[in-house]
C-alpha cells in the first residue's frame, strides 16, 4: 500500500522560512511526477510546486523566487524549501505523487496534509 509521509510543517513568523519534506513508499512502480498543493478553507487545492522524474521544476507564479522543490530519486523524497513566507502562504499542504506502472498507466497519490501557518 502506497503512502506518502509528510513532515515539515509548522508555525513561522513572515519573511521566515520552512522546509517540507515528503517520503514515498510502499509501490513496486516508479515514481513518476511528485510535488505540492496547497488548499485553504473555501478554496480550491491548486500546485504549488512539481519537478518530474527528470528533474524538470514546475511553480505557481505566486512562490516563483522564494520556494524551491527537489527531490533524492532514491529515497523517492521530495523537498519543498520555503523561504521568505507570506501570511497569504497559510495553509495545509498536500503531497502528491505519481506512479508509473510497467503498461504506462498513472496511479496518483495524496498525502495526509501538514498545516503550514505564517504569523503577521
Known amino acids: 500500500q502506497v503512502q506518502l509521509v509528510e513532515s515539515g510543517g509548522g508555525l513561522v513568523q513572515a519573511g521566515g522560512s520552512l522546509r517540507l519534506s515528503c517520503a514515498a513508499s510502499?509501490?513496486?512502480?516508479?515514481?513518476?511526477?511528485i510535488g505540492w498543493y496547497r488548499q485553504v478553507p473555501g478554496k480550491l487545492r491548486e500546485l504549488v510546486a512539481a519537478i518530474s522524474s527528470g528533474g524538470s521544476t514546475n511553480y505557481a507564479d505566486s512562490v516563483k523566487g522564494r520556494f524551491t522543490i527537489s527531490r533524492d530519486n532514491a529515497k523517492n523524497t521530495v523537498y519543498l524549501q520555503m523561504n521568505s513566507l507570506k501570511s497569504e502562504d497559510t495553509a495545509v499542504y498536500y503531497c502528491?505523487?505519481?506512479?508509473?506502472?510497467?503498461?504506462?498507466?498513472?496511479?496518483?497519490?495524496w498525502g495526509q496534509g501538514t498545516q503550514v501557518t505564517v504569523s503577521t
Open positions: 502528491n505523487a505519481e506512479f508509473k506502472t510497467s503498461t504506462q498507466a498513472i496511479s496518483i497519490y
Open positions: 510502499g509501490s513496486t512502480f516508479r515514481l513518476n511526477a
